[in-house]
C-alpha cells in the first residue's frame, strides 16, 4: 500500500469513520479531520489514525486547516470529502447565515482544500491519485425543506467535474452520491421491499472501487437502489 496518507475529513463518525476504518483495515495511512473531540477518536488514534481539528465553517478556519496539514504530511494519496452538516432551511431572518455555512462546509472547504493540496497529491509516489467528493443523491430530485443543503450539494458535484478537467491527467476527480444508507440512533432497518437500507459497506465498496480505477474520472456514482430514478 501508499505510504502517502489518505485524508478523509469528518472522518470520526458514521459514513467518514466506517471509511477510515475499514482503509486502516486494508492498510492504507489515514488522516482524519474532526470538529469536536469524540470518543471514536481514541480508537482511530490507537490504530495510527493522525487526527486534526478542523472547523470549515470560515475561510479562516479552512485556511488554518490546511496549514496545519502541510506541516502533518509531505504528500496525499487521496482526499475523501466527507464532512457534512445537515441543515433545515430557517425561517428567512436566518436563511443567509444558514445557506453560508453550507456553502462554506459543502463547497468552500473542498475548493481550497484541493487547491492548496494540489501539490501533495502530485508528490505522491503512487501512479494513482484521487479525490473523491461525498455528495448526496438528493441532488438530482431536490429536497423540499432543505433547498440550501441540497443547492450546496448540487455544487460539490459541479467542482467534480470542473475540477476532474482541471487536474487531468495526473489526478482523478470523482464523486459519491449516497442515499439513505445508514440509520440513526434508535432507527429500526425494517428491509421493506427494494427500499432497504444496506448500511455503509456499500459506499466504502464505491470509494474502493474509485481507489483502485486509474480510468475514472469526473463522475458522479450514485448510491441510493434507485431511488433517484423514481
Not at 501512479?127 to 443543503?149: F, K, L
Not at 448540487?154 to 478537467?165: I, K, Q, W
Request: with cysteine; aromatic share 6%.
Amino acid at each position: 500500500m501508499s505510504q502517502s496518507p489518505i485524508l478523509i475529513t469528518g472522518g470520526t463518525q458514521r459514513l467518514g469513520r466506517h471509511c477510515a476504518e475499514r482503509l486502516l483495515d486494508d492498510g492504507h495511512p489515514v488522516i482524519v479531520t474532526y470538529r469536536r473531540e469524540r470518543e471514536t477518536l481514541s480508537g482511530l488514534r490507537e490504530r495510527g489514525a493522525v487526527t486534526l481539528a478542523a472547523d470549515f465553517g470560515s475561510e479562516a478556519g479552512i485556511l488554518d486547516f490546511i496549514a496545519r496539514l502541510r506541516d502533518s504530511t509531505p504528500s496525499l494519496r487521496a482526499i475523501i470529502h466527507n464532512a457534512g452538516e445537515w441543515l433545515s432551511d430557517p425561517e428567512p431572518e436566518a436563511a443567509g447565515a444558514t445557506f453560508e455555512r453550507l456553502f462554506r462546509v459543502h463547497m468552500q472547504a473542498p475548493y481550497l482544500i484541493n487547491l492548496h493540496a494540489r501539490n501533495l497529491l502530485e508528490a505522491c509516489q503512487e501512479p494513482q491519485r484521487d479525490i473523491v467528493h461525498i455528495t448526496d443523491s438528493v441532488v438530482r430530485r431536490g429536497a423540499a425543506g432543505q433547498a440550501a443543503y441540497a443547492a450546496t450539494k448540487a455544487g460539490l458535484e459541479s467542482l467534480t467535474r470542473s475540477l476532474a478537467v482541471q487536474f487531468a491527467p495526473r489526478i482523478q476527480v470523482n464523486a459519491i452520491a449516497p442515499g439513505l444508507v445508514m440509520l440513526g440512533d434508535g432507527e429500526e432497518n425494517r428491509g421493506e421491499g427494494q427500499w432497504r437500507v444496506p448500511g455503509p459497506g456499500v459506499i466504502y465498496q464505491t470509494l474502493r472501487y474509485l481507489l483502485d480505477n486509474d480510468f475514472v474520472t469526473g463522475t458522479v456514482v450514485p448510491v441510493d437502489g434507485g431511488r433517484s430514478l423514481v
